[in-house]
Each structure stands twice: as structure tokens, then as C-alpha cells.
């Protein structure tokens, strides 16, 4: 698709998917060793992951949006009824991952307004409306859904989350080995001492942990997985680079795992003598797992306990519900740095409880951060974010689409097209019907954006409505999978001149749209007969 405006924006086809991944694995450089049991076979192991993964997430776009224009958003029905408006986020405190979605309810529930929590994995993101939409019917949310508690710092010490735990994934439920619990009890403990090289955050055993690299006086490094990530970056001394360390360590699984030690002089307990995880213990240091997302607007940032910036919003990825980096606004002349926010990623930050937010950092790599540009939906591709995590030494999210339809509709095109034919292929009978087509020119006003099938079993249309002088006119925009890539983006009775193609195919007429034009710009979907989506 090409869009002709003061900006112009050229959709992103299947040879620029290609040409980034190539440009991906040609840079992706060799994973360091670090030295641990059978480190040799880890260290090959998660380069090839590593590798993988970042071909395959090239392989889908990304779709970030603030989170202060998220708050506010419609939630629509599969009938694109508004059953409610996304007020905010409950997201785990470590990972950054959205478990709920808070929906302050519309009349059509009949809960008078109140607020609501529905799981995030229940919600499909709407990029180009920055909305949501969900499947779940009125009587399953009347059914399952639970008001939200008042007080958020006691809220995992409460039964608010055993009465939805129903709701969550396998893999948002804390988990605690019994075999790692065994394995310190028993184990042979090793002292090891040093500074921290690397801090990372990665999934284990069903939870993301925070894991180090401590690089000893000789200069070996050391592999090191300290506990959960809520709980290691979300207590008073929440782990650093560049912090001196002593741990004692109990060999598991090709790691070492941290028992208790002393952090910069401070101690600090991971679990006890007998294996027990201190973050079972729900104590007044216990840090809340889950925070709302809103808490985290205006929240003052340190580092290395200076105060920087503040927190003007948050970059969500809407497909995978990932919060991928805090909106840093710097102290005025602070390191130098002007007006622009500056991106951190979520995996430099920890949010101690009662404290301000810390960020893993130093004066170099604030100033080389990455800048939020004006319209976030230009940071598209994973190349378009890459910078940010390089600069703070951080390796790049997946940003696994959480929902099935989400997922199905990137990473299944392929299968879809072999299981029902390629029904939008430049050659199918569909394009060639359309394009066959009588040309209409249509004025009207938008109204709003669907989904729906032109050919049975193969994979959804985006559809426009537009309201007419002859009535509403529901237009073809593209396959689903491509009108999601797109930044189209309308307000509702915004006057809209559109040129189509009307066509009868299977018995009906369909009209599909070629270019859209409004005051300020033209956005061209089909380029002499051919589909912008087949180039």
C-alpha cells in the first residue's frame, strides 16, 4: 500500500519481511561463553535459540501504541458493539507482561459502570483503531469476570487472584521446582565473588528469572539464576550491573542457583537452608507481583540514585500485551539531553517497592538511548527498535502474540494458503473478479472497521463501513493479516472520497477499495490491477 501525504508511509510487503531478516542474521553476532557446569553445551544451545528466535520474530510486525492512549480505548464485541473502555493495566511487576485489561463496563452488561477485569489473552488488539476486541460473550463476562479490589499494594495478598486464577495461563502462575528447593537443601555450596557483567531476564521453568553474569578476579564468568523477576527487581536491593557480589551457590541444571550472598555490602536471601524461595513468604518485603500500569505516569527515575527524568508514558506491544520500554522525560539539561523522551527498555528498569524506579544504566547510555518518535506505530519492525535493547546490553523481546487469532493471522498465512487456496493471491479467482470490476467512486463519512470472510475458510477481511447519501456501504480493504500492518487510522464521521471496485463474486457483490483519500492524505491499496499485498 502506498500512502501519498506529507509523510509518506509505504506498506511493508513480504520482500521487506525478507530483506530485514536476511539483515538480521547476517549482523547477529556469537554468544559469549560463560563459564558454569557443562557451560560449553548452554552457551551453543542458546545461541541457536537466540538466533532462531530473532528470525522468526522478524518474520511479524510489531505493534506498539502508549499506553496513555490505550487507557480510554473501546473494548468491541464480535457484533463491533462497545461493550466497555479499557481504563488500565494490571501488569506483572518483573516481566512487564499485561495479565488483565481493566474495562469499565458499558450499559450493555448491565454492571451499572463498574470495573471490570478480563484477561489480556482474552483480547485481540485492534492496531488500526488502537482498540480491542474479545470473543467472550456477555454472559461469559457476567459469569467470570471479577470486580477489581481497592487496595493494589495488598493485591496478591489477597484471594482476589486465587478466585481468577481460572483465567491465567500455565505460564503467568508463580511457580517453585520442588527438585531446585531439594537441590539446595543437599546440595554442595560454592562461594562466588565478583561483579556483575550482565543482567538477564529469561524464562525458566515456566517464569521469567533474573539471571547474572558475575565475572570473578580471574576473570571467569559465571552463569547465576537468582529467583522470579518481580521478586529480585522488585525488592530493596534489586540487582545492577557493575554491583560487587559474594553469593553462595548450589549447582543445578547447568546453572548455579544463588541461596543467599551480599549485594554491594547488603545482605541479601534468595532462599534459606532449607531450599524454601523467600518470595513464598508474603511478608510487609515482600514486593506486590502486580502493579497497575497507570502508577507508573509520573513516577520519578534514578540512576545510580540520582534522580534523571520522570515517567511520561509507557510503549506497549499491543499483539503480545509486552510493556517493552518506559517514556523517560530527562531532568532539564540533565547529561544534556533536550525535550525528546528517551526509550528505556522494561528489562533496564526494577521497581522497588515504595521507591522510586531504578533504571540499570549510566550517563552514556541515557544519552545514546533511543528517541519516541511522534507516531509510535513507524517503530514497526524489529530493526526499527534493535538500538534500544543493544544500548542497554539487553537481548530483544519476542513479542509472542498472546492471542491465538492474533498469532494465526502472522505466523499461519503460509498454512492457511496450502489448507484453502490462495484465495488472495494476485492470480485467485477473487482478484481476478475484482479487478474485472466496475470502478464506483464513493464519498461519505467512516464509521468503523470489521472483520469478516469473502471466501469460506480462508483468512479474514478487514472491511470498512462508510456511511453514504444512498446508505452504509461496507468496503473490502485487504486481508486481514496486511490491513493490520497498515496505519490506517480514521476518526468516526471523518469525510472520506473513496475509489473501488464493485464485482459480483460467488453469487454477491463485494466492493473493494483501491485508494482512500481525505483532506490530508491518499492511501493507495491496489497499484495498476495489482494488490499491494502480492507485491
Do not use: C
Amino acid at each position: 500500500m502506498t500512502r501519498k501525504a506529507k509523510t509518506t508511509r509505504k506498506a511493508l510487503a513480504a520482500t521487506a519481511i525478507m530483506t530485514s531478516t536476511l539483515a538480521l542474521a547476517i549482523s547477529a553476532g556469537t554468544a559469549a561463553a560463560y563459564a558454569g557446569p557443562d557451560h560449553e553445551k548452554r552457551t551453543n544451545t542458546h545461541t541457536k535459540n537466540t538466533q532462531d528466535k530473532s528470525v522468526n520474530m522478524d518474520a511479524r510486525l510489531l505493534h506498539f501504541a502508549r499506553s496513555d492512549e490505550l487507557m480510554g480505548s473501546d473494548l468491541h464485541n464480535t457484533a463491533s458493539e462497545s461493550i466497555g473502555s479499557v481504563s488500565d493495566f494490571i501488569v506483572d511487576r518483573g516481566s512487564g507482561n499485561i495479565e488483565f485489561a481493566i474495562v469499565k463496563s458499558g450499559d450493555i452488561l448491565g454492571f451499572g459502570g463498574k470495573s471490570i477485569a478480563v484477561p489480556y489473552h482474552k483480547l485481540r488488539y485492534q492496531p488500526t483503531v488502537s482498540g480491542f476486541s474479545t470473543n467472550m460473550t456477555e454472559e461469559q463476562l457476567e459469569r467470570q469476570t471479577e470486580f477489581i479490589p481497592e487496595n493494589w499494594e495488598d493485591l496478591d495478598n489477597s484471594n482476589w487472584l486465587d478466585r481468577v486464577s481460572g483465567w491465567m495461563d500455565d505460564d503467568d502462575i508463580d511457580h517453585d521446582d520442588d527438585s531446585i528447593r531439594e537441590a539446595v537443601r543437599r546440595g554442595d555450596r560454592d562461594e562466588i565473588e565478583g561483579r556483575v557483567t550482565r543482567v538477564l531476564r529469561k524464562t525458566y521453568k515456566g517464569d521469567e528469572h533474573v539471571f547474572v553474569i558475575v565475572q570473578d578476579d580471574s576473570g571467569e564468568q559465571h552463569n547465576l539464576i537468582l529467583g522470579p523477576s518481580w521478586y529480585v527487581m522488585g525488592s530493596e536491593n534489586p540487582i545492577n550491573r557493575d554491583d560487587e557480589v559474594e553469593f553462595s551457590v548450589v549447582e543445578y541444571d547447568t546453572y548455579y542457583i544463588v541461596a543467599d550472598g551480599r549485594v554491594n555490602n547488603e545482605s541479601v536471601t534468595y532462599r534459606d537452608n532449607e531450599g524454601r524461595a523467600s518470595w513464598e513468604s508474603r511478608n510487609s518485603r515482600t514486593p506486590a507481583r502486580y502493579i497497575l500500569l497507570s502508577e507508573l505516569e509520573g513516577m520519578n527515575a534514578e540512576v545510580a540514585g540520582t534522580t534523571v527524568g520522570e515517567v511520561q508514558t509507557t510503549l506497549v506491544e499491543g499483539g503480545s500485551g509486552q510493556v517493552a520500554m518506559i517514556a523517560l522525560d530527562p531532568n532539564e539539561n540533565f547529561f544534556g539531553l533536550g525535550d525528546e523522551l528517551s526509550l528505556v527498555p522494561w528489562g533496564a528498569i526494577s521497581l522497588p517497592r515504595g521507591s522510586a524506579m531504578m533504571i540499570n544504566s549510566n550517563e552514556a547510555e541515557l544519552e545514546r538511548a533511543l528517541k519516541m518518535p511522534d507516531d509510535v506505530s513507524t517503530l514497526r519492525t524489529p530493526s526499527s527498535v534493535s538500538h534500544a535493547y543493544k544500548n542497554f546490553h539487553l537481548e530483544m523481546p519476542s513479542f509472542e502474540a498472546r492471542d491465538n487469532s492474533v498469532k494465526n493471522s502472522y505466523d499461519n498465512r503460509d498454512r492457511d494458503s496450502k489448507r484453502f487456496g490462495n484465495a488472495w493471491g494476485a492470480d485467485s479467482d477473487l482478484m481476478e473478479a475484482l479487478r474485472e470490476g466496475e470502478d464506483v467512486t464513493i464519498r461519505g463519512k467512516f464509521n468503523g472497521f470489521s472483520n469478516g470472510r469473502v471466501v469460506d475458510g480462508a483468512p479474514e477481511a478487514r472491511f470498512m463501513t462508510v456511511n453514504t447519501s444512498d446508505g452504509t456501504q461496507r468496503l473490502i480493504v485487504a486481508p486481514g493479516w496486511f490491513a493490520d500492518r497498515q496505519n490506517l487510522r480514521f476518526d468516526k464521521g471523518e469525510t472520506l472520497t473513496i475509489e473501488a471496485k464493485r464485482a459480483e463474486f460467488n453469487g454477491r457483490e463485494w466492493i473493494t477499495i483501491i485508494s482512500i483519500e481525505n483532506d490530508d492524505d491518499e492511501w493507495t491499496l491496489w497499484d495498476n490491477d495489482t494488490p499491494a499485498w502480492t507485491n
